[in-house]
């Protein structure tokens, strides 16, 4: 039960250009920030991705945009850059903008093996366009399927090496969706321990959920919007 | 006529205690420093809090620790983190009492447009969907005209919709107003120094009045 990999460049072998990536966080708290690294250097390219938010010019999936790796990106909320932006309108890049919760439930559902789920959110919409619409007890809903990702990859504060994973604060956020629901799960944590140094009572994702983990270097954890009040 | 501040603090009015508030991003975000400290609220942060505090003090930044505009915040004692399916759970499953948020456009029978310009401003609808299509109380607080000088308040949204039949109260820099089940828009409160004339000529929806329409008391 050891998934240990050296560090990113061997956690992202098997990633080829066409795969569908899952990839965790919020703006920039949560970031896998080792893989993305890995994947910029890596080269591979014509993916699609499935991550909240785009990152920003310079940092997140931004980078990878930069290098032109990124097919299709799958998304709630892409503000803050600049270049996708750019991608988007010039027809580049193909965009799927998603209504927040159902991203997150879509995850959920692969991690928990239901095909689909119903949800109100878009009915009316544009998003509601050529979806199955079912009514329950006089409401309607959405139905939207379960994602299939090649690859999750989430960051997590602490893991062992069986895989289990903490999350820290709000960076756990979509990480711990997304690492139930690859097919396989690469985990990149800032202090990997030993089996019986995380109390299970409070393990957020279990190891069975995880393929491969590695302790992560360098972390930058850049913030989006720094917002602070003056001591009096 | 209110200022974004006088907005928020007339919409931290209608929080009650014991409530669980979502506060979207922009001026229902002004509205946390106006609910009294003697009532218990509890802010929920879609991407995974419950119980958002105020901004850190200088140098006490936590980039783990952000609410959903990727604002740096603090925790509050009885915080709770979870991930971002349980987040649209508990809003889905109707937990969270009440959800503020703003909006470019509100028609008479309720629908809200507040995430695509065509042609000119594609970020995405957030988690703006999803609290829209459950949440069963929803104040919109937004300005009554937009910079064009053309109202807001419509017979019917032009923007691409974000939901249909879900804004309950709309609280503007003119009104208060309700949105009434069966269509139009029911005003209640005058801002000061504001007339039934003004809003009238602001507001291009059905607009209910009926007797003595109050100045709000903020």
Redesign the interface.
């Known amino acids: 039960m050891n998934k240990v990999v050296s560090g990113a460049d061997e956690a992202i072998r098997g990633i080829a250009d066409g795969m569908t990536l899952m990839l965790g966080g919020f703006g920039l708290c949560g970031l896998p920030e080792n893989c993305i690294a890995a994947l910029v250097k890596s080269g591979v390219k014509e993916l699609t991705c499935i991550s909240n938010n785009a990152g920003v010019d310079d940092f997140g999936i931004g980078l990878m945009l930069k290098q032109r790796q990124v097919k299709k990106m799958i998304s709630s909320y892409v503000g803050e850059n600049a270049e996708f932006e750019r991608q988007l309108l010039s027809g580049e890049l193909e965009v799927e903008l998603i209504p927040q919760g159902t991203l997150a439930t879509r995850c959920m559902a692969a991690g928990y093996g239901m095909p689909a789920i119903f949800t109100p959110a878009g009915i009316g919409t544009e998003v509601a366009i050529g979806k199955e619409v079912r009514n329950f007890n006089g409401k309607d809903y959405l139905m939207e399927l379960a994602f299939e990702a090649d690859f999750a990859i989430v960051k997590a504060w602490k893991g062992d090496t069986m895989g289990n994973l903490i999350y820290r604060n709000t960076a756990r956020n979509f990480n711990a969706v997304m690492a139930m629901a690859g097919k396989v799960t690469i985990a990149e944590v800032e202090e990997l321990v030993e089996p019986g140094e995380l109390d299970p009572n409070f393990v957020h994702t279990p190891g069975i959920y995880v393929h491969r983990i590695f302790e992560g270097t360098g972390y930058e954890k850049r913030i989006e919007q720094r917002t602070v009040r003056k001591k009096d | 006529m209110l200022d974004k501040q006088g907005i928020a603090k007339r919409i931290a009015r209608e929080i009650k205690d014991g409530y669980y508030v979502n506060l979207g991003i922009g001026i229902p975000t002004l509205v946390a420093n106006y609910i009294p400290e003697t009532m218990d609220v509890v802010l929920q ?5 419950l119980g958002m505090g ?14 959903a ?5 603090t ?1 509050l004692p009885g915080s709770s ?5 349980m ?3 508990m ?2 499953a109707k937990k969270v009492n009440l959800t503020i948020l703003g909006a470019m456009e509100v028609s008479e029978n309720g ?1 809200i447009a507040n995430w695509k310009i065509p042609g000119k401003m ?9 609290l829209v ?2 949440a069963e109380n929803i104040i919109v607080a937004m300005q009554h005209v937009n910079k064009a000088g053309e109202s807001k308040l419509l017979p019917e949204c032009t923007l ?6 879900c804004v309950k109260k709309i609280v503007t820099e003119l009104a208060v107003l309700d949105v009434l089940p069966g269509g139009g828009f029911k005003l209640l409160e005058r801002a000061p120094g504001i007339s039934v004339e003004e809003i009238i000529n602001a507001t291009a929806g059905k607009l209910i009045i009926e007797g003595d329409v109050p100045e709000m008391v903020i």
Not at chain 2, 45 to 49: D, F, R, T, V
Not at chain 2, 54 to 67: H, M
């Open positions: 942060s879609e991407n995974g809090l105020p901004f850190p003090f200088e140098g006490e930044e936590d980039p783990d620790t952000i609410n505009g990727k604002q740096t915040i925790m983190i979870f991930d971002s399916a987040s649209f759970g809003i889905r629908d594609v970020k995405g609808m957030g988690g703006a969907m999803d299509a459950s691409p919709l974000t939901g249909i039949n």
